[in-house]
T-cell receptor
Framework: GQQLNQSPQSMFIQEGEDVSMNCTSS?????WLWYKQDPGEGPVLLIA?????ELTSNGRLTAQFGITRKDSFLNISASIPSDVGIYFC???????????FGTGTRLTIIP | SAVISQKPSRDICQRGTSLTIQCQVD?????MFWYRQQPGQSLTLIAT?????????ESGFVIDKFPISRPNLTFSTLTVSNMSPEDSSIYLC??????????FGPGTRLTVL
């Protein structure tokens, strides 16, 4: 099935740095979601976006719904060790409850 | 959000056997889904579990291999049948409530020897 392209595939940063990642699609989506998955756990919902251009924050996390409806962005400010994990974007088409998932971005913090 | 539990949390099975995974939600939900996450990969939807009727399977997944039950609005099971090492994955239950988004269970880590 279709997957969304996430970039970068992996990131190695130092604690305190800001992080940016994005998710792109060839199709239009009406909902964009961002999840974080820790090792051995299920994905946890971080942010949900429902409107083109929408900018939503959750603590140090900020996500944006792209104007074209074909992309979304996630920023993490002042990274801390617990930010380590895999971040997945997911998109939903109007009228369809199923999600299409991105390929994931693995975040590692270098000591 | 919904509180979702899965049993078992992990298992090691012999090839040719079957394993049934249970998913329990703390409140009624509109939709329940089953996903597979192969090692190092993203999530792939196996099927939508429909209450009172047969599940709706995605391309590449069939009922004989992954039979699903959903007897009520808070419970579902996924069976992985006639397992082979290629079935080694994390299997995730997910629920959706309109206006309340989609949440995931903790997953079942399956290893097939």
């Amino acid at each position: 099935g279709q997957q969304l392209n996430q970039s970068p595939q992996s990131m190695f940063i130092q604690e305190g740095e800001d992080v940016s990642m994005n998710c792109t699609s060839s199709s239009i989506f009406n909902t964009w979601l961002w999840y974080k998955q820790d090792p051995g756990e299920g994905p946890v919902l971080l942010i949900a976006l429902y409107k083109a251009g929408e900018l939503t924050s959750n603590g140090r996390l900020t996500a944006q719904f792209g104007i074209t409806r074909k992309d979304s962005f996630l920023n993490i400010s002042a990274s801390i060790p617990s930010d380590v994990g895999i971040y997945f974007c997911a998109g939903r088409i109007f009228g369809n409850e199923k999600l299409t998932f991105g390929t994931g971005t693995r975040l590692t913090i270098i000591p | 959000s919904a509180v979702i539990s899965q049993k078992p949390s992990r298992d090691i099975c012999q090839r040719g056997t079957s394993l049934t995974i249970q998913c329990q939600v703390d409140s009624q939900v509109t939709m329940m889904f089953w996903y597979r996450q192969q090692p190092g990969q993203s999530l792939t939807l196996i099927a939508t579990a429909n209450q009172g009727s047969e599940a709706t399977y995605e391309s590449g997944f069939v009922i004989d291999k992954f039979p699903i039950s959903r007897p009520n609005l808070t419970f579902s099971t996924l069976t992985v049948s006639n397992m082979s090492p290629e079935d080694s994955s994390i299997y995730l239950c997910s629920v959706y409530r309109e206006y309340n988004e989609q949440f995931f269970g903790p997953g079942t880590r399956l290893t097939v020897l």
